[in-house]
Each structure stands twice: as C-alpha cells, then as structure tokens.
C-alpha cells in the first residue's frame, strides 16, 4: 500500500486576514484621553506700558506643596475659599469713576475698587496635590458664578435660570439660533459686569 502525501494548507491568504484584523482594530478601538481644566487664552497683545496694578485689586492665593491654602497669607480652609473670593469680587470700594452701583460688598477702601479691576492671583507649588489644585480652581471660578448668577437673575428673571443655566442652553447645540443669539447677548452683559480675571503664576520649585 502506497504511502500518503500530508494534504498542503493554503495560506496564500493568511496576509490578507491579518490585514483586515489590523484595520478593524484599529477602526474599532477607542483610546482614551485626559480631560484637562477648559481655559481660553488671551490674544497676544504687545503691551508698551503695563497698567499699574494697585495692592489692595489683587487676591492672591498661595497652595503650598503641604497642600495648605494661604489667602493673603493667611491660612484658610478649603470650605471658606468661596465666601472670601466673592466679598473680594463684590467689595465695590471705588470712588469716583471706578465706583460700582451694582456691588453689594461692604466697601471696604483696603479690598478691590470694582470688579473689573478685580484680579485673583492664584499660585501653586509644585509638590502641590493635583486634586487640591483642582478643588481650589473649582471653588475660585464658583465665586465668579455666584456673582453671575445673582446678576443674571436681577436683570433677566424672565428667563427662569441663572447665568449657568442659560450658558449651558447656549452652548447646547440643539438649541434654536434664535434663542441663542438672545442669550449670547445677555451672556456677554454679565461677562462684562463679573470678568473673570483668574492669574495663575508659574509654580514654585521646593528645593
């Protein structure tokens, strides 16, 4: 009896498998990316002569690399960030040409003139925790919302929501154009009344 020839495997074709694998993996696998904090940056300007910035218009918050939080150099609980920033913002202590009708802080003369001269210096250390970070950026720019809430409801109620409220409907994209145009400039009314002048310095370098 004659010995049998193994049956031969045709893979002429194997390459062309492998390819579609690759393409369909490709296709098919999503790769997940980090979400950082949304910030837009001002427009490159040349500036000739820097404005004077006066003392008592800049809060400054400090986070240490112990993860501590000094406001004015004092140190300050996460909790009572909030409250501090908006008395800032709202102080209305200008006279004159800076004054503010519409503040409603103390008006105090050692605390900012309004708030467009209102400037918040936030600086960071670079030990400081990355949550910490975000917890104080939270509560800084929750301060310019308050604010903006206030002033959206006193002079629009009758649209029913806060300046938040109506900011996501605005960038909503299936709201109506219309309706968008509307809230675009009353939007932009309160931007102007509460700008959020939020300064992040370069971090500290612990030794």
């Not at 980090?34 to 986070?63: A, C, Y």
């Not at 709201?175 to 700008?195: G, W």
């Amino acid at each position: 009896m004659g010995r049998r020839s193994a049956p031969e495997v045709n893979a002429g074709s194997m390459a062309d498998i492998a390819f579609l694998l690759l393409i369909f993996f490709l296709v098919t696998t999503t790769i997940e990316t980090d979400s950082g904090i949304n910030r837009k940056l001002p427009p490159m300007e040349e500036i000739i002569d820097p404005p004077i910035i006066k003392e008592r218009n800049i809060f400054t918050v400090v986070v240490n690399k112990n993860n501590q939080i000094l406001v004015e150099e004092k140190l300050m609980e996460l909790r009572n960030l909030r409250r501090e920033a908006v008395s800032f913002l709202d102080n209305g202590g200008g006279l004159a040409e800076e004054v503010c009708n519409y503040c409603q802080g103390s008006k105090d003369r050692s605390s900012s003139d309004n708030p467009d001269k209102a400037i918040i210096s936030l600086k960071n250390d670079r030990e400081t925790d990355y949550k910490v970070y975000i917890s104080v950026q939270n509560e800084l720019v929750a301060a310019y919302n308050e604010l903006r809430n206030r002033e959206f409801m006193r002079l629009y109620p009758q649209e029913n929501m806060d300046y938040v409220q109506a900011d996501r409907k605005y960038t909503d994209p299936r709201t109506d154009k219309k309706v968008k145009d509307e809230l675009k400039e009353k939007l932009s009314v309160i931007k102007l009344m509460y700008p959020m002048k939020l300064s992040e310095a370069e971090p500290n370098k612990t030794s």
